[in-house]
């Protein structure tokens, strides 16, 4: 399974619009990239998912450029509910495939 | 719809004790996952299963035994339980086209 690269910690500021980056340069064809998110004690929950090009949901956008081997999280003006550990994850969707690791993922702090 | 849930929520045990963690969904998936959880650490998987009556390994599973003897459950064994498998264990299920996992509340559990 892809590999995924993302940065250890990011803080922002209320009301500003945060972009987590992800790199998976590896990614298979038939892969799914998918956004997680982990406060603390708490299991993770999913955020958004998606394949290529640009993905929206209520919470947040998911942007894939043509050669798939990035994906950007974009969360439009956070608040300080969004203080948690964003995790990124590549893999496919059909039967036996499965994620093999969340890795340390990326820890927001968003400042007052 | 209850979800993911699981028992029990905390433990603590001595080495060499045994344990059995259950994990419970109500919404008919047919894939779950054990993950562990350490201190700043992202989640690794444990062992997975595609459907009632089959498991398999998956990253981390040495220490550790598995079954999926319903559809509903899937159940974590510590047959020798050692320090170094004081973590947080979380469950999570999916259904087979999905590439959503829903994760329960976790178990925190300490060997002493």
């Known amino acids: 399974l892809a590999k995924t690269t993302q940065p250890i910690s990011m803080d922002s500021y209320e009301g500003q619009e945060v972009n987590i980056t992800c790199s998976h340069n590896n990614i298979a064809t038939n892969d799914y990239i998918t956004w997680y998110q982990q406060f603390p004690s708490q299991g993770p929950r999913f955020i958004i998912q998606g394949y290529k090009t640009k993905v929206t949901n209520e919470v947040a956008s998911l942007f894939i450029p043509a050669d798939r081997k990035s994906s950007t999280l974009s969360l439009p003006r956070v608040s300080l509910s969004d203080t948690a550990v964003y995790y990124c994850l590549v893999g496919g969707k059909g039967a036996g495939s499965y994620q093999l690791t969340f890795g340390k993922g990326t820890k927001l702090s968003v400042i007052p | 719809n209850a979800g993911v849930t699981q028992t029990p929520k905390f433990r603590v045990l001595k080495t060499g004790q045994s344990m059995t963690l259950l994990c419970a969904q109500d919404?008919?998936?047919?894939?779950m996952y054990w993950y562990r959880q350490d201190p700043g650490m992202g989640l690794r998987l444990i062992h997975y299963s595609v459907g009632e009556g089959t498991t398999a390994k998956g990253e981390v599973p040495d220490g550790y035994n598995v079954s999926r003897l319903k559809k509903q459950n899937f159940l974590l064994g510590l047959e020798s339980a050692a320090p170094s498998q004081t973590s947080v264990y979380f469950c999570a299920s999916r259904t087979r086209g999905g590439g959503e996992q829903y994760f329960g509340p976790g178990t925190r559990l300490t060997v002493t």
């Open positions: 919404m008919n998936h047919e894939y």
